[in-house]
């Protein structure tokens, strides 16, 4: 069936310095992708997606290019903040049926000042 | 707009109880989905309900879970009689998402954690 394999964490940074999240992905056909984050406290928001290969998904600084050659959706941040202190999930959903999601085990960000 | 509503936020009770939750989606998505998050692992989902007929509940311990999405639009999910490894935090998510479309975001109610002892 469909996985998602995300760097353990936590990963611990200072402020300013840039950020890489690794995720991979199994699944038959070509599956759109995501990056969910869940503040403390919060219910998951999506950050940003990608539904095709070398497509590339983009929101608050955060991107991440769907490499179909590695099955890869890593995240990168090129300066994070103290406020971007969250769990990061990276998910996929097949381009069928009802479009459900299946999550990675998500990745803690913890940024000092 | 408003988003998903999920009461309680916290429940604790003892293994061998039942426990009930509630979710509110958002106005008009036709797809409700809960989810259970064990701490550590990502959200897995439980069910899925499209209206209130149910299109995938093939993760769904049924000997002890149950839900219903009554009308369409309010949902409950209960455990009877819960156990231990029942702790976790439960997610409701809605969609406007119909079979076949192209994929349209779940939005995430903020949980409940459930802590059985």
């Known amino acids: 069936g469909d996985s998602v394999t995300q760097m353990e964490g936590p990963v611990t940074l200072s402020e300013e310095a840039f950020l890489t999240i690794n995720c991979t992905y199994t699944?038959?056909?070509?599956?759109?992708l995501f990056w969910y984050v869940q503040y403390p406290g919060e219910g998951l928001q999506l950050l940003l997606k990608?539904?095709?290969?070398?497509d590339k998904g983009s929101n608050k600084g955060f991107e991440a290019t769907y490499r179909k050659e590695t099955t890869s959706f890593h995240l990168e941040k090129g300066s994070v903040q103290v406020s971007d202190s969250a769990v990061y999930f990276c998910?996929?959903?097949?381009?069928?049926?009802?479009?459900?999601?299946?999550f990675g085990k998500g990745t803690m960000l913890l940024v000092s000042p | 707009e408003a988003g998903v509503a999920q009461s309680p936020r916290y429940k604790i009770i003892e293994k061998r109880q039942s426990v009930a939750f509630w979710c509110n989606p958002i106005s008009g998505h036709a797809t409700l989905y809960w989810y259970q998050q064990i701490l550590g692992q990502g959200p897995k989902l439980l069910i899925q309900f499209q209206n209130n007929g149910v299109v995938d509940d093939s993760q769904l311990p049924k000997d002890r879970f149950s839900a219903e999405r009554l009308k369409g639009v309010d949902s409950t999910l209960k455990i009877q009689p819960a156990k231990l490894e029942d702790s976790a935090v439960y997610l409701c998510a809605s969609s406007s998402s119909m079979w076949g479309s192209s994929y349209n975001e779940q939005f995430f109610g903020p949980g409940t954690r459930l802590t059985v002892l």
């Open positions: 998910a996929l959903s097949p381009n069928s049926g009802y479009s459900t999601l299946t």
């Open positions: 699944a038959t056909g070509y599956p759109s």
């Open positions: 990608a539904t095709k290969a070398d």
